[in-house]
């Protein structure tokens, strides 16, 4: 009891002291100027953003991007669905706070996913052929018996 006591004791101290050992380690101290990439400035946010558009597949779609306090502004046409989605992950990985995507899908793209999808629920599902039975549980492997000796007394 009394060794639960001193532990506690003196993990309590020690939480007590690591405000002062961190000040004078100079500790914490670079914190300001290496601030995480969602606080990286209008003009550095979209800097990212058109470097990784630019070594996509989105660049042929020239799409037109924004940045305003951290929220990224995409405006243009695709015609591949994909596209519209791929751009808000990049915004967000490139550290945008918030992304409007107003990225319209072409009238082809839509029609082609539609058809794509009619042509999907049409085809028969092929019936799956009989269940196969499965192979036989292998022989259990007999485990060794620990005998002890019966307890003198």
């Keep these: 009891m009394t060794t639960r006591l001193v532990a506690l004791l003196l993990f309590a101290i020690a939480g007590l002291m ?4 961190a000040a004078s380690t100079g500790a914490g101290k670079s914190q300001a100027t290496h601030l995480p990439p969602r606080y990286l400035s209008d003009a550095q946010l979209l800097s990212a953003i058109k470097t990784k558009l630019a070594k996509s597949k989105l660049k042929a779609d020239h799409f037109t991007v924004t940045v305003v306090k951290g929220v990224t502004t995409f405006e243009g046409t695709t015609s591949i669905m994909q ?23 072409s009238e082809e793209a839509k029609a082609k996913a539609v ?7 049409s085809t028969p599902v092929p019936a799956t052929s009989p269940a196969k039975t499965a192979p036989p ?17």
């Excluded at 690591?18 to 050992?21: E, N």
């Design 18 to 21: 690591q405000p002062f050992l």
């Design 83 to 105: 596209h519209k989605g791929a751009a808000t992950r990049i915004a967000h990985t490139s550290g945008a706070v918030e992304v409007r995507n107003n990225i319209r899908i």
């Design 115 to 121: 058809a794509g999808l009619t042509k999907a629920r």
């Design 137 to 153: 549980a292998p022989e259990p492997i007999p485990r060794a018996a620990v005998i002890f000796p019966p307890a003198s007394q």
